[in-house]
């Protein structure tokens, strides 16, 4: 064999080594965007939304369908994080609620509900959950039951109030009032 075919042969492996890494990269793509129009799809079920952009916006903000049920809990976490931190009335609360909406201890929800305890979501998750906290109430859905803005803005209320003033009784802070009013215009502005 000569040396021009030995390179001849190890340029043809190359390429070939190229070629299947190139597919098998193709073929991961292929999965990876199945399962993310299954989980759309999935998220689509539980939260009686249909249009794309909003279920993917889902999917941006970190939401599985496994998760998906925490979305009206977000201003309700956000009241909570107001003033800086969570206190465990408020966590105790927080759970409580979740638990009354289905959320389960050890669940993939729970879990994800216990790191937002521990630490503050991302400012783009709270700002962009209304608009799709309404999409989701107007929709009728049964993952919703008969959960209201009226009822996720008296959420938040008592959430606001249960670590304020004397021994946690009747105070909330100013930065706590202007936030209740915004989710409330927020909420109620847009179910309408």
């Not at 206190?87 to 927080?94: I, Q, W, Y």
Request: proline letters at 4%; glycine letters at 8%.
């Amino acid at each position: 064999m000569s040396e021009h075919d030995a390179f001849a042969d190890r340029g043809r492996a190359l390429e070939e080594e190229y070629f299947r890494k190139k597919d098998r990269e193709l073929v991961e793509k292929l999965k990876a965007t199945a399962a993310a129009e299954q989980a759309r799809g999935e998220m689509g079920r539980e939260t009686g939304l249909s249009d794309p952009a909003m279920l993917q916006e889902l999917q941006e903000m970190g939401f599985t369908p496994q998760t998906v049920s925490l979305l009206p809990l977000v201003p309700v976490l956000e009241t909570a994080w107001a003033e800086g931190g969570v206190t465990a009335a408020e966590r105790a609360l927080v759970v409580k609620l979740a638990r009354s909406r289905g959320i389960s201890e050890g669940s993939a929800a729970d879990l994800q509900l216990q790191a937002w305890l521990d630490e503050r979501p991302e400012p783009t998750v709270f700002a962009r959950a209304g608009r799709l906290i309404a999409a989701v109430l107007a929709s009728g859905s049964e993952s919703t039951g008969s959960l209201t803005a009226d009822d996720l803005v008296a959420q938040c209320e008592r959430i606001a109030a249960i670590s304020g003033g004397f021994l946690g009784m009747g105070r909330v802070s100013p930065d706590e009032k202007a936030l209740l009013a915004r989710i409330a215009s927020d909420l109620k502005a847009r179910t309408r």
